[in-house]
């Protein structure tokens, strides 16, 4: 299968904490996508980081890249309780169409 | 605008039934797909169109059938369910790739909680 990996499962952090969720793969990439999904609702779409970059920000995420290691890592910094959510990761494999949804990882923030 | 909108928001219907969900998006985009996504699970790619036509099924049965009339819409027949079809169906639309077909950020709807009795 070319499902990306997840882990931890479920994560339960405080408010204002930081929380980091990894996800590894199996082949070559052109990028790597992280989604979260509120409530069994629609995915928003959180970042994008292609295979020739190994760090981004956006805002209080970030997310690392390790083609060596086939892994990615998202940080969330200072969490909220607006942050509890399911995040995924999504896999844009080298010569697919496609993206491939890691199992997902569930992030509870308690206030 | 960046939504992608999905009508209805919730589905019952009877595994006789015939029923159509329904997505738009008007972001200019001309790739689009279809997931289904059971409780505590990823989504499952079903169908994606690009430039309107069929670029990949992944084997899904012939009960659900896909249609993109235009670029900014995507509907997908229901016939004949069954109560494992039960799911939320997800729509989602990106810009297309590049001609090694790179799929870049997709925006999704909010979903379609279908449930089949």
């Known amino acids: 299968s070319q499902q990306g990996e997840e882990d931890p499962q479920a994560l339960s952090i405080q408010e204002g904490e930081n929380a980091t969720m990894n996800c590894s793969y199996k082949?070559?990439?052109?990028?790597l996508q992280w989604y979260r999904q509120n409530s069994g609702r629609g995915l928003v779409h959180l970042i994008l980081?292609?295979?020739?970059?190994r760090e981004k920000h956006s805002g209080r995420l970030r997310v690392t890249l390790d083609t060596s290691k086939k892994s990615s890592s998202l940080l969330i910094t200072a969490s909220r309780a607006a942050d509890t959510a399911s995040y995924f990761c999504?896999?844009?494999?080298?010569?697919?169409?496609?993206?491939?949804f890691g199992a997902g990882t569930r992030l509870f923030v308690k206030a | 605008d960046t939504e992608v909108t999905q009508t209805p928001k919730h589905l019952v219907m009877g595994m006789t039934n015939k029923k159509s969900l329904k997505c738009e998006q008007h972001?200019?985009?001309?790739?689009m797909y279809w997931y289904k996504q059971k409780a505590k699970k990823p989504p499952e790619l079903m169908f994606v169109?690009?430039?309107?036509?069929?670029?990949i099924n992944e084997s899904v049965p012939s009960r659900f059938s896909p249609e993109c009339p235009n670029s900014s819409l995507l509907n997908l027949h229901l016939h004949a369910l069954q109560p494992e079809d039960s799911a939320l169906y997800l729509c989602?639309?990106?810009?297309?790739?590049?001609?090694?077909?790179?799929?870049?950020?997709?925006?999704f709807g909010p979903g379609t909680r279908l449930t089949v009795t």
């Open positions: 999504a896999i844009s494999y080298t010569g697919g169409f496609k993206t491939i």
């Open positions: 082949t070559s990439i052109n990028n």
């Open positions: 980081i292609r295979s020739n970059e």
């Open positions: 972001m200019g985009h001309r790739a």
């Open positions: 169109y690009s430039y309107e036509k069929l670029s």
């Open positions: 989602a639309s990106s810009p297309w790739g590049d001609r090694r077909g790179t799929s870049y950020e997709q925006y």
